[in-house]
Structure formats: C-alpha cells, structure tokens
C-alpha cells in the first residue's frame, strides 16, 4: 500500500481525487490546500515512519504554489 498526498487549492477537485483514489483502494489519503501545507505533512510523515510515497501536486496554489514546493522537497536530502 502507497501513502498518498493530495496538495490541491480547489475543494472539488481533491474531493474528486480523494474519491477516485479510494475506488482503487487507497483509503487513507491525505490532503493539503497548499504548498505549504503539502511540505507540513510531509515533514509530518517523515516524523511518524510513514513516509508519504506519491503526492498529486497542483501547480497553482496559495502561499507556495506546486513548482515551488516540488523544488524543495527535491532539494531536501531526507
């Protein structure tokens, strides 16, 4: 089993998501509304071993949008 991050801004399309993943059996699925949020449960995941193995990014959001919070996570060395 994959431990998954949705990082989307628009409600409807990670509920969409969350709904499609959990038809193909990925049941607990987090979420975050932004880059920031997406980096916070990663961290999060990192801190309780279990890592986050996929995150669906959206490339525009608040605060730190999906570019910006994929060049620093392929920058971190964990």
């Given at each position: 089993p994959l431990n998954i991050l949705v990082a989307e801004d628009d409600e409807l399309n990670?509920?969409?998501l969350?709904?499609?993943?959990g038809k193909l059996g990925y049941t607990e699925v987090k979420t975050a509304s932004d880059g920031?949020?997406?980096l916070n449960a990663l961290k999060g995941s990192r801190a309780t071993e279990t890592p986050i193995?996929?995150?669906f990014m959206d490339m525009q959001m608040p605060n730190l949008d999906g570019c910006s919070?994929?060049?620093?996570?392929?920058?971190?060395p964990q």
């Open positions: 990670q509920k969409l969350v709904k499609i993943l920031d949020e997406a193995n996929v995150i919070a994929s060049r620093v996570i392929r920058e971190d």
